[in-house]
């Protein structure tokens, strides 16, 4: 019964967590501040102060669990028109929540919607079961991919960040939203102000402010707790340069804004993506040891882009290295030098050459029949 009624309530009083988690005033013993600023195509990290300091994950765990549903509506498993259904446990999540009862029937979408713009935690909780099949396991998925994404400092043990032993830092945050920026598909979820779902019953409202006035906005989400301080991850496109900032600590709620659309401006400023051009590599045959073939064809294995600043643009030139004393056999596909892109002495970045084909090692049997050619041509 009381449950029912707090359910009828909910519009009114789920803005109001919100309003209380964003507007706190923290406590006297403040985190520690760190930020991070990376260009999310690549991982490549721009800017950081303190960006390894250890935090409660709190609500950019669910980021992760946004991540991995992703994964699985990319690969088919899950579609966002996808109906689940809430579990007991889901029901029991305290803190921002829609409400959801036991039982009770809501699409991948909405569940998406709500934790993308509304942070709740029994809605986090009906995804990550139905990735994971229950909590714990979900909770296994999210650190494995958190390792695989060389997340370093990360420790999940819930799949909203309630628990305080569920940490982060700014640096693995910034992977994490950059891995998470991928998925165009979620934009609309992260940039939406304001929205509601289960018919209308409850009502959502962002706390990113940054969605509303910056140009190039993609997201992502702003919180408040005490143990973490005023927080923000934005993410921002332009002209194909994609940045993540991560503002963890900060203890002035507006200045976290602030501050993270300086960072993202001196990114935008001063750094494009480059993308390098075949028309400027020219890769040659490179001489081989003990083969059939006393040199093999190479190639380019893949024009990756790379952040370089502007201003260095023009002072940027690139050099084919080739490796030296090749081993045959050389398989196809193999690295047999490095294509070195450089800014004065400094190497800002490097392409795999790779082999064109194949070179076995000389035996018997080739051997001979090198000879007997000689021999047909005398």
Not at 65 to 78: F, P
Not at 174 to 189: E, K, V
Not at 272 to 290: D, F, N, Q
Request: a negative charge.
């Amino acid at each position: 019964m009381k449950k029912a009624l707090i359910a009828a309530l909910s519009a009114v009083i789920f803005i109001g967590i919100f309003s209380v988690a964003a507007y706190a005033e923290p406590d006297s013993a403040s985190p520690p501040y760190s930020y991070v600023l990376m260009e999310g195509s690549t991982a490549t990290l721009l800017y950081e102060e303190n960006g390894s300091a250890v935090l409660p994950a709190h609500h950019s765990a669910k980021l992760m669990t946004l991540l991995l549903t992703a994964e699985k509506i990319a690969s088919g498993e899950l579609s966002e028109d996808t109906v689940l259904k809430t579990s007991a446990h889901a029901n029991s999540m305290q803190g921002a929540q829609i409400w959801l009862m036991p039982g009770e029937e809501i699409t991948v979408r909405e569940l998406i919607k709500s934790v993308a713009i509304g942070n709740a935690n029994d809605a986090c909780v009906v995804l990550a079961e139905a990735v994971g099949e229950t909590e714990e396991g979900f909770v296994k998925l999210m650190n494995n991919k958190a390792a695989e994404l060389g997340m370093l400092s990360t420790k999940y043990v819930d799949s909203t960040g309630i628990s305080r032993e569920s940490v982060t830092s700014a640096c693995d945050t910034a992977i994490l939203a950059s891995n998470l920026s991928g998925y165009d598909f979620l934009t609309p979820y992260f940039t939406t102000w304001v929205d509601s779902v289960r018919g209308g019953k409850t009502e959502l409202a962002s706390q990113n402010r940054l969605i509303l006035k910056y140009n190039g906005i993609t997201g992502m989400k702003a919180y408040y707790s005490k143990e973490t301080g005023n927080c923000v991850i934005a993410s921002a496109e332009r002209d194909g340069l994609r940045l993540v900032c991560v503002i963890f600590g900060e203890t002035d709620e507006n200045r976290r804004f602030t501050t993270a659309k300086e960072k993202l401006n001196a990114g935008f400023s001063a750094y494009t993506l480059y993308k390098p051009k075949a028309a400027e590599l020219y890769p040659e045959p490179v001489a081989v040891h003990g083969g059939e073939k006393t040199e093999v064809k190479s190639e380019i294995s893949g024009l990756d882009p790379f952040v370089v600043r502007k201003s260095q643009l023009e002072k940027m030139t690139v050099e084919i290295k080739y490796y030296e004393n090749l081993e045959a056999p050389i398989n196809y596909g193999d690295t047999v030098g490095l294509a070195v892109y450089k800014i004065g002495e400094d190497e800002v970045f490097a392409l795999k050459v790779t082999a064109a084909e194949t070179v076995r090692r000389m035996n018997i049997a080739l051997g001979f029949r090198r000879i007997l050619g000689f021999i047909a041509l005398m």
